[in-house]
């Protein structure tokens, strides 16, 4: 293991050590037009102004270590990397059903919406949240179906076409050759299936990060925005892991669909800014934004219930199906016993993150 991997390792322990001892406080209530709460002295303000800039640095460097281990720091092809992606996908899990859905229903039937229809008895969350899964499976299911047919068509033009006396031969070639490749793994027919589970696992992992961005832009917000320390103080570490946690799971997903290396910084380096970037915009809002407005709760409410859609999708049959059935696994008890472990502990891990945010 090489030095970068040891430090990205050793600063992955720091932050599971040391973060915790920041939860200190509860979160603060606000009313539905009314004022934040927060201390309007500006000794508070420039104390809250700074504990949202270490949460700035904080949250960015959480996100790089996590979405940067699994990339740089573990090797594919080893079981250690199943364990890992089972982590990942209950990570990615709780991340959807205990930490973005009650989020979303919370925004989508508060008060402040009034009762009339369809903010009244409506589960307008649970409806966003499916037709969001939904639209991820079409899109996954269309993209791969084009890139299939793409595929044949250019294997079509390629292939000679045999008239007469060569029918028989060609016959015979093609025979062989089939069976040539199924005796190794180095078979072109295996080639064209390669392509095509790769091309899915990109395009999986890409609308995977488009969910997670999605929700991570508005905590970043949220925390932003927030008006007092006892706010933020348990907010910072809460969304530290939070984002540690969850870019462990993309950066899992993004080694395994083996992407060009400029591609692989790109996206890096849009899950670890978003965060970030959030709170910048929070900051620069703080005095004009109410969290509560009708608008504000609609949006957040719409954007976080899509997100879990998108991510509850994602994990089960795109990330738990697979590796609980694939050859490997099946084969083996130990790979069984220690992925399902693996799931719990990343799912058991990311929903304790709730009490806190």
Same mark, same amino acid.
Request: glycine residues 10%; aromatic residues 8%; negative net charge.
């Given at each position: ?54 949460? !700035? *640095?904080?949250?960015?460097? +959480?996100?790089?270590? #996590? &979405?940067? %281990? ?8 080893? /079981? !250690? *990397?199943?364990?890992?992606? +089972?982590?990942?996908? #209950? &990570?990615? %899990? ?8 009650? /989020? ?9 919406? #009034? ?243």
């Amino acid at each position: 293991m090489g030095r970068f991997q040891k430090t990205l390792i050793s600063a992955f322990v720091l932050y599971l050590v040391i973060l915790p001892l920041l939860v200190s406080a509860a979160e603060e209530e606000n009313e539905c037009g009314g004022s934040k709460g927060g201390d309007d002295s500006a000794a508070a303000k420039a104390s809250v102004r700074n504990y949202k800039i270490i949460a !700035f *640095f904080s949250i960015l460097f +959480a996100g790089i270590i #996590g &979405v940067c %281990l699994p990339i740089f720091g573990l090797k594919s092809e080893s /079981d !250690f *990397f199943m364990y890992v992606k +089972a982590f990942a996908a #209950g &990570v990615i %899990l709780a991340t959807g059903f205990v930490h973005i859905l009650p /989020d979303a229903t919370e925004s989508l039937t508060s008060p402040c919406l #009034g009762e009339e229809p369809p903010w009244g008895d409506f589960p307008m969350t649970g409806l966003v949240a499916m037709s969001a899964a939904i639209l991820t499976m079409l899109i996954e299911s269309f993209a791969s179906g084009y890139f299939n047919r793409s595929r044949l068509e250019n294997e079509g033009k390629t292939l000679p076409v045999s008239t007469g006396g060569d029918m028989e031969e060609h016959s015979h070639a093609a025979s062989a050759h089939t069976h040539a490749s199924q005796g190794h793994s180095h078979g072109s027919l295996l080639v064209p299936l390669d392509d095509h589970t790769n091309m899915r696992k990109k395009i999986v992992t890409q609308i995977l990060e488009l969910g997670i961005v999605v929700h991570s832009v508005i905590i970043g917000v949220s925390l932003g925005v927030s008006p007092s320390e006892s706010t933020i103080k348990p907010l910072i570490a809460a969304i530290t892991f939070h984002q540690l946690f969850e870019g462990f799971g993309l950066g899992g997903c993004i080694s395994e669909a083996k992407f060009e290396a400029k591609k692989i910084w790109v996206m890096l380096l849009f899950f670890s800014l978003t965060a970030p970037v959030g709170i910048g915009i929070g900051i620069g809002v703080s005095e004009i934004y109410n969290e509560n407005s009708p608008m504000a709760l609609k949006v957040s409410g719409f954007l976080n219930a899509a997100a879990a859609g998108i991510l509850i999708y994602m994990a089960l049959v795109d990330l738990v199906a697979p590796l609980f059935m694939n050859h490997k696994a099946q084969s083996s008890m130990k790979i069984q016993v220690f992925c399902s472990l693996s799931l719990v502990v990343g799912a058991g891990l990311m929903s304790l993150i709730a009490l806190w945010a």
